[in-house]
């Protein structure tokens, strides 16, 4: 249970089924084709962050800057939606980053330093997606069945809640080009990518 005071939070967010469930709908809503692969994308991202970015900086910017290129710039798309229920993290899509003339270096940069300051927490990512099970199971997110979901959690326990890219058909339905970083630096983002 998580309980919000003003800008203060006690309590873990990731175990609060209110938390949990209002971030899954805003998903659901905006992409009624997730299958549970896909929320646990999110839950994952949410807990986790990017750590990975950091890994071959070099090749991170190198990948980001392609897929950059080869987006379509899209004006109607959101630039960024939350992944987290205290709303830290954020995906910033290519798409409209790129029709606000935003500048690849300038997510790359905001995206590493991202990976480096945030602080992922596994304990995080077990209790948010055993809350999303609950909520399945309780029939509150009538989605995804507990048969799939119990069946997704298995497979993720036996391999120790591994990173995954979202499923074929989210891919196929969405085209997703995002990525992560702490909410605070939109404003940077957008500053620093005008010319």
């Not at 910017?61 to 830290?88: C, H, K, S, V, Y």
């Not at 995906?91 to 606000?100: C, S």
Request: charge should be negative; proline fraction near 4%; hydrophobic fraction near 40%.
């Amino acid at each position: 249970m998580a309980i919000n005071i003003g800008n203060v939070t006690i309590g873990n967010l990731w175990k609060s089924h209110t938390e949990v469930f209002n971030l899954l709908i805003s998903h659901l809503n905006r992409y009624p084709d997730m299958d549970v692969q896909d929320a646990y994308v999110l839950i994952y991202q949410g807990a986790m962050g990017a750590y990975y970015y950091s890994a071959d900086p070099k090749e991170f910017e190198e990948r980001l800057f392609r897929e950059f290129e080869e987006t379509e710039a899209d004006e109607n798309q959101a630039l960024w939606e939350m992944i987290r229920p205290d709303g830290e993290l954020v995906r910033v899509h290519f798409a409209p980053l790129k029709a606000r003339s935003g500048k690849p270096q300038a997510l790359s940069t905001l995206c590493l330093w991202t990976a480096s300051i945030f602080k992922t927490d596994k304990k995080d990512l077990t209790d948010g997606w055993d809350t999303f099970s609950r909520l399945c199971a309780d029939n509150r997110c009538r989605k995804f069945s507990i048969e799939e979901v119990t069946e997704f959690t298995d497979w993720l326990v036996e391999n120790n809640f591994p990173i995954l890219r979202h499923s074929p058909a989210y891919r196929a339905a969405y085209h997703p080009h995002y990525r992560l970083v702490k909410r605070e630096f939109l404003n940077i983002l957008m500053e620093g990518g005008r010319d």
